[in-house]
C-alpha cells in the first residue's frame, strides 16, 4: 500500500523552524526577565528607563578599571617570570601537574569541536551550561535573591530568580563552577574520612588546571557570541571585571602552589606598581613627546 506524500510545511511552521535555528545560534540566556504567572520576577516600571544611565555609569567605570586591569596584568607577569620561571618553579611536581592538567583540558576542548568527537562537545557543553546556570543561581542566593526555576540543555539555559545585578549576571565568566566544587568536594573527603598526603596534591593540582582551563575556555569561546549576561552590563564594564577577576583568581593559583611566592609578597608588587603608575605614564608622555 502506497503512503501518502507528506504534505509541504506551511509559511508558519517554515518562520518557526527558522526562528528556532536562529536562537540556537545566540548565547545562552541567563535569565527569564518577562513576567511569568506565579513567577518571582517583579516588573519594575523605571527599569527601562534608567537602563541606558546605568549602561552608561558601567561604561565609565569600566573605563576607570582599565588602569588595574593593566597593573594586574603586569603584576601577573612579574610573578610568572620571577616566581614560576626565574625561579625555576615550573619544575615542581605541584605546578608540571597543574599545567599538564589545563594543556590536557585545551586538547580535549579543540579536539571537541571536531566532527569525530561531536558527542563529546556535546556532552562538555551540557556540563558548561549547567556550571554556568547553577553559579547564577548560588550568586542569587547568595544576594538574598529567590531562584524558582533552573533550565539546563546544550541548546541554552536560563534562571528564573527575582533578583539581579553584575556579580548575579557575570559570575559564570569569572567564578571556576567546577574547580570551587572540585576543592569542596576534596576539603570535605580530607575531613571525614580521608587522610590525604603531601604526595597526593599532585592530582589535585592536576584536576585543578584542568577544570580551570574547562572555565577558561568555555569563557573565552561564550564571550565571543551574543550574551545577554554581557549586554546587560555593557561590554566594557563586563570584560573588564571578567579580566580582573579571573586574573587575580590565577594569581592566587600560581602563589598556592610556589615554593617561595606569597600573598603577601603579590600584594606588594600590586601596590607598589599601582602607586608607581603615574609616574611611569608620565614619563613615557614625556619621552613621546620630546
Known sequence: MA???KKPANKRQKGARKRAKKRAQHGLRAFVEEHHSGGLFRYNPLAALSERAVLWVKFFIGLALLPLCWIFLETFLVLLQ?????????KSREFLAFALGGVIWLALFFASRTALLRWFGKAVLWLYVAGHELTHAFFALVCRGQVSEVRISTQGGHILTDRNNFLISLSPYFFPFYTALLMLIWGVAEWLWLD??????????????????????????MMRREQSDISQNGKLFSY????????????????????SATLRQFAHALWENTTTLPERVRGVIREVAS
Request: charged share 10%; no cysteine; glycine share 6%.
Open 3 to 5: 503512503k501518502a506524500p
Open 196 to 221: 590525604f598526603q603531601p604526595r597526593h596534591l599532585i592530582y589535585l593540582n592536576f584536576f585543578i588546571g584542568l577544570t580551570w582551563m574547562f572555565h577558561i575556555s568555555f569563557t573565552v569561546f
Open 240 to 259: 573588564a571585571v571578567t579580566f580582573l577577576v579571573n586574573l587575580a583568581i590565577i594569581s592566587v593559583m600560581l602563589v598556592a602552589i610556589s615554593e
Open 82 to 90: 620571577a616566581d614560576t620561571f626565574g625561579a625555576e618553579g615550573w
